[in-house]
């Protein structure tokens, strides 16, 4: 039978401390591995197994491996980033589809050779995207205006001359080209009315706060309107200001009533309309009153319920 040799023997932890002679060689019982020793290292050098499992962390350097030794086995998921590629390493090959899209690409970095022909339709077209610039000249005619487009904005100083008129016939003195029902909206000849209007059309117009009522200065005959600055009437709240009326007022409404010989004033107890008092005025009301609308008193006004 062949003989049993057995080598002095010890943990890593006593290897640390122990320092052998030259050429003397230990066995590490924690690694499981020869220790060679040189009479002058403390815990010698431990050799490499096999299967490498008692290779320490970070011991591997750039030196020590192999050409194309690492490939995707040896890669964890998720570890490469833009500092480990080669600049420009990536090319069209290495994509995979649909991987670039708006979040990849810089701003301004796409321009008209990237486009294939035809590729840009109406629905990648961005609102009001085109304008004169982008439409060539002498290329845009009737079939690319809408119907009743033109109008009279979009129209050049004298662009519509004699040739671009519709007329029934040469007119005469005293007519005017007016617009007909018929033949398309074309244009006829009309006579100017004579004489005094006896009717104007009128709009109702309940917004504006500024208005001047016209009058005339006589009662009778061919008169031109006028108005005045001291007579407004606000359309949005129904009021005519004047800088003073005249008359006995006692066809007037909404305003104290006088009897008993001008002794006693009298007031409506209801309150049914909206009503502001004027600015720097004090206002009396004999009560008990109902407030059923608004009553607005401005910056510097007051109103006594007696």
Not at 54 to 59: A, E, S
Not at 183 to 205: R, S, Y
Not at 238 to 249: E, I, N, R
């Amino acid at each position: 039978m062949a003989k049993l040799l057995k080598l002095r023997r010890g943990t890593t932890s006593q290897h640390s401390s122990f320092t052998g002679a030259e050429g003397e060689c230990t066995v590490d019982t924690t690694k499981d591995t020869l220790v060679v020793h040189d009479n002058s290292t403390a815990g010698g050098r431990p050799l490499l197994r096999e299967d490498l499992n008692n290779i320490g962390t970070g011991t591997v350097t750039h030196a020590m491996l192999a050409g194309d030794c690492i490939d995707g086995d040896n890669i964890g998921n998720d570890v490469l980033n833009s500092e480990h590629y080669v600049a420009a390493s990536i090319d069209h090959e290495h994509l995979a589809n649909d991987c670039v899209d708006g979040d990849n690409l810089a701003d301004n970095a796409c321009d008209s050779e990237h486009y294939t022909d035809g590729s840009i339709d109406h629905v990648h077209l961005a609102g009001d995207c085109i304008d004169g610039d982008n439409i060539q000249d002498d290329v845009v005619n009737s079939e690319h205006i809408a119907a009743g487009a033109v109008d009279l904005e979009h129209m050049s100083s004298e662009s519509v001359d004699e040739d671009n008129l519709y007329v029934s016939n040469a007119g005469s003195n005293g007519q005017f080209l007016s617009k007909q029902s018929g033949n398309n909206g074309g244009l006829t000849w009309a006579t100017v009315a004579t004489g005094t209007p006896t009717a104007i059309t009128v709009a109702d117009e309940s917004s504006d706060t500024t208005c001047f009522p016209l009058f005339v200065t006589a009662a009778t005959g061919d008169l031109g309107p006028k108005s005045g600055s001291n007579l407004a009437f606000n359309s949005s709240s129904g009021a005519l200001t004047a800088t003073s009326f005249a008359g006995d007022g006692s066809a007037l409404t909404g305003v104290a009533a006088a009897s008993a010989g001008g002794s006693i004033y009298e007031c409506v107890n209801t309150i049914s309309s909206n009503y502001t008092m004027t600015t720097n005025s004090n206002g009396v009301s004999a009560g008990p009153i109902t407030v059923s609308a608004t009553v607005t008193l401005p910056s510097g006004s007051s109103w006594s319920i007696v």
